[in-house]
């Protein structure tokens, strides 16, 4: 491929990525995708074989490297409740910074099946085991009620899945607060409730 081919494909994908994930698979013309980036539908076309190869090609191109931050060493020397609200805030962070590509692989089950949908849910699975794990660190160290760290971990994932399904339908200039106002809410919350009883 040329130069100049890998440039129109690149804005045939980021023109794709804006309008998938702005209309859905179904609200989204080839057509205005090749007119957003100036182009003829028929070059569309040398480029991705169909509109479900398109959705694919922005679904791989656009995917995130790392999707939700898993490195516990930097929020093991925090309170429990600041490290909670590390681990929440910096994942909601990520998927604010990849929003479109979210919107778009949410929605991408009835086209792509469950790959790219199930690999967002394998890490959100992996990232609830990583607050799991840190809970069980911190019951070791007699921070908190081992019994009560795994419901405390579903509660939050609960919680977190809502959230974040919620954050990826917002436009960007309401994220930021929100992210914050939810990441310090869910922290309080789950710390207080692994907390040892008085009685």
Known sequence: MTARGARRRELLLRAALELFGALGYEGTHTRAIAERTGVTESA?????????DLYAAVVERFAP???F????????DLPLQEALRLLVRDS????????????????????????????VQLRLRNLGEELL???????????LDAERAAPARQVAMYAFRHCFRRLVRNPPEQWRDRQERFAGNLSLIVAAGVRYSDG
Do not use: I, N, Y
């Open 44 to 52: 569309l076309f040398r480029h991705f074989r169909s509109k479900r």
């Open 65 to 67: 490297h790392q999707v």
């Open 69 to 76: 931050d898993l490195s516990a060493a930097q929020r093991d």
């Open 92 to 119: 909601l962070e990520t998927c604010r910074e990849h929003q479109m590509w979210f919107r778009v692989v949410l929605a991408s089950r009835p086209v792509l099946g469950p790959g790219p949908a199930g690999a």
């Open 133 to 143: 794990s840190m809970l069980h660190r911190r019951a070791r160290a007699g921070e």
